[in-house]
């Protein structure tokens, strides 16, 4: 990847929209309907795929690999609707076939949003056209943000102040989700990879990911430090807030890839990791029952 005009857009992103759930409710849509949910799973992906998030040149093949779901639950209008929203995220292991989750969030509560078929997606910072387009740029944001991180030390902070800029365009006393009395909501995922007091984060994005997945195949002992040293960054941050959603976020996409490496490491390794996890994240310490910690 290099600076200037783009070859191709930075997303390859799969788009799923669920529309099941309505024939159980009052909302039950008509056998034409089901030409709304294509034409609107189709709008999602022109709009992620479609447009240049970057000044950053792409290649085909360097694309990132993501996918978003959206399970509708309710439709109260023609236009609005309720559901469930999910947004995955993978990223290549270097000299591997091996791809790695970086991002696999749910949205607590309802995605409630409108949506007509008849008019564009439109979207620029600083400006706020709906809350469908305002959540897509802002995860596109944060999507490019992790995958920079677990490139270069710091590589996505561009990115997450561009979330930051989404955010402050919504009018978050007409929407959810966007404001910080909210709860565990995009505000505070935001608010979490901008505040410098959580600065380890992003460099356990880098140990984790560079220095140690991608250094697997030459010299894993060391890879395996710098996971270690991945989850020391984490702990760091979680002694500052406890429970932090980036963190737990963190966690529950590399757990099961944490237990797969550690498990044929060396007992003190093995220590090591069940220490932090312990620490971090007790509620996932289970997935730990095979270590070696005597």
């Given amino acids: 990847m290099c600076l200037g005009m783009a070859e191709a857009q930075e997303f390859r992103c799969n788009v799923q929209v669920n529309y099941q759930k309505l024939q159980t409710t009052t909302q039950a849509y008509e056998s034409t309907d089901k030409k709304v949910f294509e034409n609107m799973k189709q709008a999602i992906e022109d709009f992620i795929n479609g447009r240049h998030w970057t000044n950053i040149s792409f290649e085909q093949q360097e694309q990132i690999d993501c996918s978003l779901s959206i399970i509708l639950n309710t439709r109260t209008s023609a236009t609005d609707f309720g559901g469930q929203l999910q947004i995955q995220m993978r990223r290549p292991v270097y000299n591997s076939t091996y791809t790695t989750g970086l991002f696999n969030y749910i949205e607590q509560g309802t995605f409630n949003f409108s949506y007509n078929e008849s008019q564009p997606l439109d979207f620029d910072l600083g400006n706020f056209y709906s809350v469908l387009s305002s959540t897509l740029g802002y995860y596109c944001y944060i999507m490019l943000g992790i995958y920079f991180d677990s490139y270069a030390p710091n590589g996505g902070d561009q990115f997450y102040q561009l979330a930051q800029q989404v955010v402050q365009a919504v009018d978050d006393s ?57 989850l020391r960054n984490l702990q760091a941050v979680n002694k500052k807030k406890t429970n932090l959603m980036s963190v737990q976020q963190f966690i529950d996409v590399k757990m099961q890839e944490i237990v797969s490496i550690f498990t044929p490491a060396p007992p003190q390794e093995q220590k090591q990791v069940y220490e932090l996890i312990k620490d971090i994240s007790p509620i996932n310490v289970v997935k730990l029952k095979d270590f070696n910690i005597k």
């Fill in 174 to 230: 007409k929407f959810a989700g966007w404001n910080s009395s909210g709860g565990r909501n995009r505000y505070w995922f935001m608010e979490n990879h901008t505040n410098s007091a959580y600065a380890q984060l992003h460099e356990a994005y880098y140990n984790y990911h560079r220095l140690g997945l991608d250094m697997m195949t030459k010299d894993q002992p060391k890879a395996r430090q710098a996971i270690i040293e991945a």
